[in-house]
């Protein structure tokens, strides 16, 4: 399928778990792809994907994103303010997992990281998320198609 639309995908990809799985869908859509990170990583060759490195602190990579993503744009990310701030600027925003976030769920997520964050920093909250599973790979898969197959019909 040949994309004439100009929507484009930015990959948070810093630990990023489903790089491949975005490179796939974009290749068959025909989508611009941009890498984006503090450190190099290899895109594929005979792709439309282009690797942007940012330099500085943590945080540069986000700016850099929340900078270009605009309408008609997917965000792929597990950073819960920069979804937030992709939202503000119009792009469709998922997580590795496949959750779609939107203006009605953002705030929710927002409260919530911000509640789980204060409760590790007192010590009554340890360990990280729960490991990333099959199941998590094929509803991002799911939720991607679902959001581009929009995106590209409107």
């Known amino acids: 399928m040949v994309n004439d639309s100009k929507t484009r995908i930015y990959i948070d990809a810093d630990a990023c778990p489903v790089k491949d799985e975005v490179y796939r869908v974009a290749e068959r859509y025909g989508l611009k792809t941009y890498l984006v990170a503090n450190s190099f990583m290899r895109v594929p060759r005979?792709?439309?994907?282009?690797?942007?490195?940012?330099?500085?602190?943590?945080?540069?990579?986000?700016?850099?994103?929340?900078?270009?993503?605009?309408?008609?744009?997917?965000?792929?990310?597990?950073?819960?303010?920069?979804?937030?701030?992709?939202?503000?600027?119009?792009?469709?925003?998922?997580?590795?997992?496949?959750?779609?976030?939107?203006?009605?769920?953002?705030?929710?997520?927002?409260?919530?990281?911000?509640?789980?964050?204060?409760?590790?920093s007192f010590g009554e909250m340890t360990g990280g998320p729960k490991p990333f599973s099959a199941k998590d790979r094929s509803d991002f898969l799911q939720a991607l198609d679902r959001v581009l197959v929009a995106l590209l019909r409107s």
């Open 46 to 120: 005979d792709q439309d994907v282009q690797f942007v490195k940012v330099e500085g602190g943590p945080d540069k990579a986000d700016d850099y994103i929340a900078e270009q993503a605009q309408a008609g744009d997917v965000v792929v990310t597990q950073d819960i303010p920069l979804a937030d701030r992709c939202l503000k600027n119009g792009a469709k925003v998922l997580s590795p997992k496949g959750k779609e976030f939107d203006s009605n769920s953002i705030g929710m997520a927002l409260a919530t990281r911000n509640l789980k964050e204060d409760l590790r």
